[in-house]
């Protein structure tokens, strides 16, 4: 479609039979779009991670809850986690059965833990804390514990989920604790897991950190060993953001190949039946997503030139939190490609300066009344939205398989932001 800067979209018809410029004249802007198409083949290329019997893709919910998306997940064959009651509410209304969830916990309360038993669902926790909570709770469950490789990795220190400055995991010096609250409370050890962090694009330290894991397990005394049901070597596969850039995927390829020899020979080896699990979430639907908002004023401020959008990081907070990179792309009535770039920041409408989508980026000249796309909008997008300023958040559409649009979420109304008032108005 002749447009400003759509190339990457065009190239994978992620619009399908929509127009971007007509989807947010029809829907609206700030809108989600994500495309079916490339979710599904996003969820089949990490099952093909590996062909052993035991091999699970668990979905990390928290990337995107959107019961349309968790849905199709679902028939992808995926199982999922939930890191809250929310989330677990969300996940059973996508049809996922109860011994297809576990849940991801973290410094929770005792109801919080009990909700999660109530629904048998097999629960992982990062604390010796936690687990003589769970064990008080449950006296003769099943559990996971989260242990902490010591190696981490991740885009930006907020996401860097293991080592020594991170508040995640049991350290493995204190199996002995661990065991000693499991006997008192008659607990099995029914699964291990992990996480290192986000967002990387080399397969080393992942493999690193499943090794550590491995080893770790091994160690376990012989009827431990047996009762394991799970081992979750985490996720934070990456996607490549600078795509306009060229930036190189990861090799799914490498990963998968050395990771299923690593998981079928230590199988072999040690007589393990149960399930490993990888625990992507962005990697699943980061790239499914396209973010579709407006530029509603062009202006210079010295020598800076500012596009105002409404886009805010209330809609897409990720460039504000963690500095993280999106491409746009720019859409416009009759626009022509265009090569000629000029230093342009975009930024939304919250009355706060750290409110920058993209800093002085090097783009075509953007002009009021274009449309803009932001790119890889899929993961840690919708889902931490907030109604900052008391602006509804956005609608959410689907291009289904066959091309057309289906709205999966609608705007939320500035009467919706006031039914938790009702009686006090």
Request: proline share 4%; glycine share 10%.
């Amino acid at each position: 479609m002749p447009n400003v800067r759509s190339t990457y979209t065009d190239s994978i018809r992620f619009f399908g039979k929509e127009d971007p410029r007509e989807l947010a004249a029809r829907f609206g802007t700030p809108l989600y779009v994500y495309n079916e198409t490339v979710l599904r083949q996003r969820c089949r290329e990490l099952k093909e991670l590996s062909s052993h019997p035991g091999f699970t893709v668990n979905y990390s919910a928290k990337a995107n809850t959107n019961l349309a998306i968790l849905r199709i997940i679902r028939e992808e064959g995926c199982v999922v986690d939930a890191m809250s009651p929310g989330e677990l509410r969300m996940d059973m209304l996508a049809g996922f059965p109860a011994e297809h969830i576990t849940y991801i916990s973290n410094n929770i309360s005792r109801e919080e833990m009990r909700n999660a038993i109530d629904h048998q669902v097999l629960m992982s926790v990062d604390s010796l804390s936690q687990l003589e909570q769970y064990g008080q709770l449950n006296p003769g469950g099943k559990v996971m514990v989260r242990f902490n490789p010591g190696i981490g990795t991740g885009h930006h220190r907020k996401v860097v989920t293991a080592g020594k400055e991170t508040k995640f995991g049991v350290t493995p010096d204190s199996m002995d604790r661990v065991f000693a609250i499991l006997d008192a409370h008659n607990l099995t050890l029914a699964g291990i897991n992990q996480h290192i962090g986000s967002l990387f694009m080399t397969p080393d330290g992942y493999l690193n950190a499943a090794e550590f894991l491995l080893h770790l397990a091994e160690g376990l005394p012989a009827e431990r060993l047996a009762a394991l049901e799970v081992i979750d070597f985490g996720g934070g596969f990456g996607i490549p953001y600078r795509k306009y850039d060229g930036e190189a995927r990861l090799d799914m390829n490498e990963l998968g190949t050395r990771l299923h020899a690593l998981i079928s020979a230590w199988a072999a080896r040690t007589g393990y039946a149960g399930r490993f699990f990888v625990e992507p979430g962005r990697y699943a639907v980061a790239e499914c997503g396209v973010l579709l908002g407006g530029a509603h004023c062009v202006k210079n401020n010295g020598e800076n030139r500012y596009v105002g959008t409404d886009i805010g990081f209330n809609v897409l907070v990720r460039p504000a939190m963690y500095d993280s990179f999106h491409d746009v792309e720019i859409y416009r009535e009759n626009g022509t490609p265009d090569e000629a770039c000029q230093e342009q920041s975009i930024v939304g409408n919250i009355c706060e300066s750290g409110d920058v989508l993209a800093k002085k980026r090097p783009l075509p000249e953007i002009r009021e009344g274009d449309v803009l796309g932001i790119l890889d909008a899929g993961a840690y997008g919708y889902v931490m939205a907030s109604t900052y300023n008391q602006r509804p958040r956005p609608a959410e559409v689907m291009i289904t398989a066959d091309g057309t649009a289906r709205l999966i979420r609608r705007r939320e109304t500035v009467d919706d932001l006031l039914r938790c008032y009702e009686g006090l108005q």
